[in-house]
């Protein structure tokens, strides 16, 4: 009897070790995407096409599941930004963008990664790096916006970095 409780922690404590190292490992990649010319293109103009995005979204409300101007989700925003401005196709999901690519540190970050954050226990977020510790991306509070890296917020809940290009 002894036996089967201490094999039973065991075996619990074990599970649950997995666990907590399955929540915050960095996924690997796993789905190939079409770069389009994201790939060819320096930083700069990879910048300056961010920002153009940028002005013909700005205002943009949040809308969960949006794909249009009359209101955009985090994924669907980096979905439409990658393709309209770089022939560059993800996937339409956060779950499944973060798959894409591989991991880059902050501090390598470069116009065009993908950066994620963990805003909950379950929820991410994804915006697109464009340069100086600015991000772009569709706000759950405030829609289409650039944020910073640096900002209190987005600092304590930075997950990783993707290149996919």
């Known amino acids: ?16 070790a997995v666990w907590l190292t399955a929540c915050s490992s960095i ?3 796993s789905i190939q995407v079409n ?19 940028y002005q013909d979204w700005r205002d943009t409300p949040y809308a969960w599941g949006g794909m ?28 499944k963008q973060v798959q894409t690519g591989y991991h880059v540190d902050e501090d390598e970050l470069q116009a065009g990664d993908l950066v994620f954050f963990k805003t909950s ?15 772009l991306h569709a706000s759950t509070s405030r829609g289409v916006i650039i944020s910073r890296l640096d900002n209190v917020y987005w600092k304590k809940h930075y997950w990783h970095g993707r290149r996919i290009r």
């Open 1 to 16: 009897m002894l036996y089967t409780k201490s094999l039973i922690r065991m075996l619990f404590a074990m599970f649950f």
């Open 27 to 29: 996924p690997d990649n």
């Open 35 to 53: 770069t389009g010319t994201l790939s060819t293109q320096n930083e700069p103009a990879i910048a300056q096409h961010l920002y153009k995005h």
């Open 68 to 95: 249009s101007r009359r209101g955009v989700d985090c994924s669907g925003f980096v979905y439409l930004a990658l393709r309209d401005q770089f022939g560059t196709y993800l996937p339409r999901t956060t779950d």
């Open 121 to 135: 226990s379950k929820a991410r977020h994804v915006g697109i790096y464009i340069e100086n510790g600015k991000f």
